[in-house]
Structures are given as structure tokens and as C-alpha cells.
């Protein structure tokens, strides 16, 4: 069964360093999506990603986060300077379309630790 | 806000017994989901059920939904050790077009063998 792949699993940084977590959606999936979950708190929609173009995001993807789609298969979340606040588990999703009726199909998550 | 809250927080059953989570949430929305998330690790999606449907149904789970109380439950039959998880319902937003999935806290379940 095709699921989403993340890399890394886990990721140690600096505050003030730049980190791109990565992920691998569902071949046949259009829209794409990054959430985060800090410990112990609810799963958070960060942003989504159609055609291209970001086609929704949160209050919390300030300009300090960017997404892209490099290549036909990555999809990319960079933090440009960490903070500590930023210390949580990030999810990529996808789904083959939007929301009327499609799953969001979650990968395993990116630990990401903001020293 | 437009999502409310799982109950129970937290729930410990003996293997073999049912577990019942309820959700519920505060606007019109299109679809519910239920996701599974064992400790530190990936969401599940285990069922979606749509706005004009009630119940649904996927192997020892069932799904509930009532619009008109904007609530949903989920019910897990003859309950296994490797059901311990957190339990969470997603929604999404019915006006709007949006895609988003807004999430509750979460059942945090406990099945003792």
C-alpha cells in the first residue's frame, strides 16, 4: 500500500539554523499538506499546497517557513532560523483531492528539537 | 474555534471490552476523520465518514455522526492490547473551501491484557 514517507526521522538544530524536513507524498496525490504537534498539544494545520502554490495557510507559517515542490515527487518544508518554539513533530500529508470526501494520508513525522 | 473536544481525556479498559470515544465540534463541516497515533509516533487514518452519512463501519470500529449535535463517536469492539493509542476526529470546514483538517485533543486509550 503507498503510504507518505518523511525524512528525517529526527532532527537536532540550533536555534537560528535553517532545517528542511522532506517528504514523499502518495504518487497519485495533488494536494499536499504540512501539520505540527508540539508534545502533549493538538495537531496543527501549518499549510497546504496545490498546483504549485500555496493554496492555504495558518497564522503560525510566518515568513520564517517557505514549502516547495522541487522535483515531481518531494515536497519540502524549510524553517529559515529556528526557534525554540518550533520544537515539535512535523507531519506531511496528502490526499488525491480536496477535502469533499478525500483522507488526508499522514507520514510518520519529522522530530524536530530546537536547541 | 471549530473543533471541540475528544472525551474522555484518558480511558483504561480490560482487553476484550468495548472503548467509546466522542468527539465533538462546533461548525458545519463536510467530513469527519478518525486518526490513531501510537506514543511519539505518525497519525493512522483508520475511518471517514461523511457529512450525510450516520454510521459507518470498518472491521471492530464504528463510527458515528450526528449533525444536529455536531458530535461524532467511535467505537472499538473487543478491544486488544495493540489498540493503546491516542485517539483523534479531524474536521474540516464546510464553508470556505477549506482544506485544512482541524484536530481535537485526543483520547489517550489504555487497553490492559
Known sequence: ?115 | SQQGEEDPQALSIQEGENATMNCSYKTSINNLQWYRQNSGRGLVHLILIRSNEREKHSGRLRVTLDTSKKSSSLLITASRAADTASYFCATDAAQGGSEKLVFGKGTKLTVNP
Not at chain 1, 504537534?37 to 495537531?43: E, S
Not at chain 1, 495558518?58 to 518550533?86: A, C, H, W
Not at chain 1, 478525500?102 to 522530530?111: H, I, N, S
Open chain 1, 1 to 115: 500500500e503507498p503510504e507518505v514517507t518523511q525524512t528525517p526521522s529526527h532532527q537536532v538544530t540550533q536555534m537560528g539554523q535553517e532545517v528542511i524536513l522532506r517528504c514523499v507524498p502518495i504518487s497519485n496525490h495533488l494536494y499536499f499538506y504540512w501539520y505540527r504537534q508540539i508534545l502533549g498539544q493538538k495537531v496543527e494545520f501549518l499549510v497546504s499546497f496545490y498546483n504549485n502554490e500555496i493554496s492555504e495557510k495558518s497564522e503560525i507559517f510566518d515568513d520564517q517557513f517557505s514549502v516547495e515542490r522541487p522535483d515531481g515527487s518531494n515536497f519540502t518544508l524549510k524553517i529559515r532560523s529556528t526557534k525554540l518554539e518550533d520544537s515539535a513533530m512535523y507531519f506531511c500529508a496528502s490526499s488525491r483531492g480536496s477535502l469533499f470526501g478525500e483522507t488526508q494520508y499522514f507520514g510518520p513525522g519529522t522530530r524536530l528539537l530546537v536547541l
